[in-house]
């Protein structure tokens, strides 16, 4: 039966104006502290240094922390060159408008995310997915902060939608080559994404055989083209200030290294703060250091196979921790929607009766598990946790069984496996966490659609 695109179109209003809501109450909510006091949201974390990179770039036209250093290689230069133009845009004013545009790339993540698991399934799944991703609690905390990670993701969801293969055109290879491009100037692990898109590309033409490989091959030039195009400019800078063509930082082997080495323990706390007391950065350059903790690492790995089989497991426990800790209303969210669909599907009333029955199931459930009305009512919030990694891993292996879109596996698996073989990291997981809540909806919705017949059924023959 085909959908009504009124419910759809109403659907996604409100989605908008919620995600409105959520992101610009996030942002806004802090605009007089940016005023005031804009140290405050540039000092945590990495944020100083892609602030200092992009003052670089401003005023002395140079990718270095400091006058007379050498260029700075431990970060890829998309996200500073993205803070330099808003600084050359706005002036003083630079941090309103990417705390602005941090709510506007969050929002068009929601939309992109309804649009595309919509087309899936049905604009109920589409919903579901988008409400878990705009409340999300790690997208809320790195949206009002100097981080990468907000159109980190925007560019994720791009190419993960640029991927889907009802969508395919003949010019998605050149939205695939943009997205990338960008996507792996701001995270390097991105790269992993091109053997997903190069199959994309190989699968939209031609399918699982090679008719059309002819038409095929000038678009995997292409989107090669596009994605050397972008990071050229990169090689060709170290070129000129270190003399020799780069565009892969020196941050790969000293990640591998501190992942991989003695001090990795079960039970041990990860101290990130060890990357800025390494001592061999004092005398070498970051390259160097590079080269030589690559080499004690793979040293390492293969002298101590149990040892690093060890780690990886106990970074795979530290993986599926919250990151976020705040309280959790996703168990509470989910048992009334489940509990309202049933009710709604028995009964089988118009659909504002439907839509009124879910929403006040939701909307109890949601109370009790916040103990009381009030204003914080007014922002969930949406932890990763067991019931989300349960439901997430299982639409993953739904999706397998039913040989849906393998390329987000693919994908979703490759991401993954760079916490396990480097540093673990949970803004690594927040990326690829946007897959889980996809699949998460997509199987609540396979599961409504089976037992909500079935129970309407059993009440039928038992009256």
């Known amino acids: 039966m085909k959908e009504k695109p009124r419910g759809r179109l109403v659907a996604f209003v409100c989605l908008l104006l919620y995600t409105i809501w959520v992101y610009g109450f996030l942002v806004f909510s802090e605009w007089e502290t940016i005023r005031s006091r804009p140290d405050a949201y540039t000092e ?18 140079k990718y270095n922390l400091a006058p007379g250093e050498p260029s700075h290689m431990m970060f890829p230069p998309g996200f500073p060159v993205y803070l330099s133009l808003l600084m050359r845009g706005f002036g003083d004013n630079w941090l309103f408008a990417f705390m602005a545009l941090q709510a506007l790339f969050s929002t068009l993540t929601v939309a992109v995310v309804f649009y595309w698991v919509s087309d899936m399934r049905d604009w109920r799944s589409g919903l579901l997915a988008a409400f878990l991703i705009a ?8 949206c009002s902060i100097v981080y990468r990670e907000t159109i980190s993701i925007f560019l994720f969801v791009v190419i993960m939608a640029a991927l889907y293969n009802r969508w395919y055109r003949p010019w998605t290879w050149l939205l695939l080559g943009v997205a990338t491009g960008l996507a792996i100037s701001f995270r390097e692990e991105m790269l992993l994404l091109l053997p997903a898109c190069v199959m994309g590309i190989w699968h939209g033409d031609n399918g699982f055989g090679c008719r059309h490989w002819k038409r095929t091959l000038p678009k995997l030039v292409g989107f090669a083209a ?21 565009v892969m930082t020196d941050n790969g082997g000293i990640h591998l290294y501190l992942g991989n080495n003695p001090t990795w323990k079960w039970g041990c706390g990860v101290d990130y703060g060890i990357y800025s007391r390494i001592p061999e950065l004092k005398h070498m350059s970051h390259h160097e ?30 993986l599926l921790t919250p990151s976020v800790n705040n309280f959790n209303d996703l168990p509470f969210l989910l048992t009334g929607l489940v509990l309202g669909c049933l009710v709604a599907g028995v009964i089988r009333q118009t659909a504002i009766v439907t839509s009124a029955t879910i929403l006040a199931a939701t909307f109890l459930f949601y109370v009790v598990g916040r103990g009381a009305l009030n204003t914080a009512l007014l922002l969930p919030n949406i932890e990763f946790g067991p019931l989300l990694l349960t439901l997430g891993l299982g639409g993953m292996g739904l999706a397998v069984w039913k040989r849906q879109q393998p390329l987000y596996v693919l994908c979703y698996l490759m991401l993954f496996s760079v916490n396990l073989v480097f540093v673990p990291q949970h803004r690594h997981r927040w990326l690829i966490d946007v897959l889980l809540m996809i699949w998460a909806s997509l199987l609540l919705q396979d599961f409504l659609n089976w037992s909500v017949p079935m129970l309407r059924q059993r009440i039928q023959k038992a009256t």
């Open 44 to 61: 945590g974390g990495d944020s100083p240094i892609f602030v200092a990179l992009a003052t670089s770039l401003v005023e002395r036209s």
């Open 135 to 142: 409340s999300y609690a790690p997208l809320h905390f790195v």
């Open 226 to 246: 596009l994605i050397g195009v972008i990071l050229f400019p990169w090689g060709l800078h170290n070129l000129r200030n270190l003399g020799r063509f780069q």
């Open 289 to 318: 250091v590079n080269q030589l903790y690559k080499e004690r690492a793979i040293a390492y790995i293969i002298q101590h196979p149990v040892n690093t089989i060890v780690a990886m497991l106990y970074k795979l426990k530290l």
